[in-house]
């Protein structure tokens, strides 16, 4: 059984940064890549960020021009999305995901096997 769990969201002003964090359980069982998503209200999942099993690859959505850094501590099972110069538009419950088998970075939300129940983060004007 596979967990994933995000934490580090919350009220944040325009212009702030937050880190947020995934840790893995269950961990032996996948050794895919570690997507982050988020959903917006009224729209549909977006991809964010991908990072590899062992960090040496990672990936990024063109929208968010270098403002979101991924990263991982394999030792902690934990993978973080480091967001800075936030605004109002990031608003939204942000997942965490992961794939059970080594693959290459992927943006397609329907190839994790693995999801969290989302943090939100809200991003105050």
């Known amino acids: 059984q596979v967990q994933l769990v995000e934490s580090g969201g919350g009220l944040v002003q325009a212009g702030g940064s937050l880190r947020l964090s995934c840790v893995i359980s269950?961990?032996?069982?996948?050794?895919?890549?570690v997507g982050w998503f988020r959903q917006a209200p009224g729209k549909d999942m977006a991809f964010l960020s991908a990072?590899?099993?062992?960090?040496?690859?990672?990936g990024y959505a063109d929208s968010l021009k270098g403002r979101f850094s991924i990263s991982r501590d394999n030792a902690k099972d934990t993978v973080y999305l480091q967001m800075s110069s936030l605004k109002p538009e990031d608003t939204a419950v942000y997942y965490c995901?992961?794939?059970?088998?080594?693959?290459?970075?992927?943006?397609?939300?329907?190839?994790?096997?693995?999801w969290g129940q989302g943090t939100q983060v809200t991003v105050s004007s």
């Open positions: 995901a992961a794939r059970r088998e080594p693959s290459d970075l992927s943006d397609r939300m329907w190839e994790y096997n693995y």
């Open positions: 990072i590899t099993w062992n960090g040496d690859r990672v």
């Open positions: 269950g961990r032996a069982f996948t050794r895919g890549p």
